[in-house]
């Protein structure tokens, strides 16, 4: 199984979404498909690639395969992420002290 990049995985918004709906906990294909547009088909597809990116796992119970979240994959995310947030905190903290300054005079 090639392996999928998590960025690429988190881009789709139907794949954003069904890790939301995983958050609630392990849930079939059938299950999940009833939130959304598209079909069973098009939400497998959707679920390979979360797959590939190691963001989800599935577990067979019988006939039926259930999708579990994995979230470590995340943590990469995450990371990126932080460094933005620290900019727009020192930005927006910048901001705050010029609006004082102008109020003050």
């Known amino acids: ?22 958050r609630k906990g392990p849930r079939k294909v059938g ?3 009833s939130h959304f547009d ?5 939400v497998s597809e959707h679920l390979q690639v979360l ?7 599935e577990e067979p119970r019988g006939r039926e395969r ?9 943590s990469e995310v995450g990371g990126w992420l932080e460094t933005f947030e620290r900019y727009w ?11 004082d300054e102008e109020d003050a005079s």
């Open 1 to 22: 199984m090639q392996k999928v990049d998590v960025f690429s995985a988190l881009a789709n918004p139907v794949r954003r979404e069904i890790l939301v709906q995983l």
């Open 66 to 74: 259930y999708y579990h979240l994995d979230p470590r994959p995340l």
């Open 89 to 99: 905190k020192q930005r927006l903290g910048d901001l705050e002290q010029l609006l």
């Open 38 to 42: 598209v079909g069973r088909p098009a």
């Open 51 to 57: 797959r590939k990116a190691s963001l989800v796992r």
């Open 31 to 33: 299950d999940l498909a």
